[in-house]
């Protein structure tokens, strides 16, 4: 599973936990969907994923380089991970 990939099953993951009745579960995620409007997470879910991909990524995006407040989708999330990520695996230079 690849770093984007872990993202999105954590993030799918702690959905589903705040997802209640079972009728509500979410199978997928679209990078569009809005974490707080649509999928009903609030701060301190907010909160516990940035730590559950600190401990599984060992990266903290929202340390330095992005402010959490700018995150309002899924995408906006897979993107904040994306040039912390992509250095430490040898990619180089972001453009």
Same mark, same amino acid.
């Given at each position: 599973m690849n770093r &984007? @990939? %872990?993202v999105k099953a954590v993030l799918l993951e702690i959905v589903n936990e705040v997802? @209640? =009745? *079972?009728?509500? &579960?979410v199978e997928e995620l679209d990078e569009d969907h809005l974490l707080v409007d649509q999928l009903g997470? %609030?701060?301190?879910?907010l909160a516990r994923l940035v730590a559950v991909l600190e401990l599984e990524l060992d990266t903290d995006p929202f340390s330095d380089e *992005? =402010?959490?407040t700018s995150v309002r989708t899924v995408g906006d999330l897979l993107e904040a991970y994306d040039p912390v990520v992509l250095p430490r695996l040898g990619a180089g230079e972001l453009s």
């Open positions: &984007r @990939e %872990t997802a @209640e =009745p *079972v009728e509500n &579960r997470l %609030t701060s301190l879910h *992005v =402010p959490i």
